[in-house]
């Protein structure tokens, strides 16, 4: 399992547009994807900010590559999201799942 990790600002005013626009339009086009495990949403309130922080699940780099394309380091951001963020790291970060425990996660 591989994590893709991708962090943005946005302002208290925008942050929920951001979500709702995660939800509505990000997630179902995932779900779509043969090697999609999963997402998070991370916000927290930070000096005037939302800090936000996308964490979504995979099961090999493959099932990455077929949603990012062959440079899957790249932030992959439609126009809408970018419209409501304040800022964002135009990069991601692979991190490989060593160990979880889903017990606690909440469904939404």
């Known amino acids: 399992m591989i994590a893709r990790v991708w962090s943005a600002e946005a302002t208290p005013d925008n942050a929920p547009a951001y979500a709702a626009h995660l939800r509505a339009q990000v997630i179902p086009q995932l779900q779509e994807i043969a090697g999609y495990a999963g997402s998070m949403l991370l916000e927290r309130a930070a000096s005037g900010t939302v800090e936000i922080l996308v964490i979504t699940y995979w ?8 949603f990012a394309g062959s440079g899957s380091e790249q932030a992959v951001v439609a126009n809408d999201a970018a419209a409501v963020l304040t800022r964002f790291n135009p990069q991601v970060r692979h991190y490989t799942v060593s160990a979880q425990d889903g017990r606690w996660i909440p469904q939404m």
């Open 59 to 66: 099961e090999s780099m493959d099932a990455i590559q077929r």
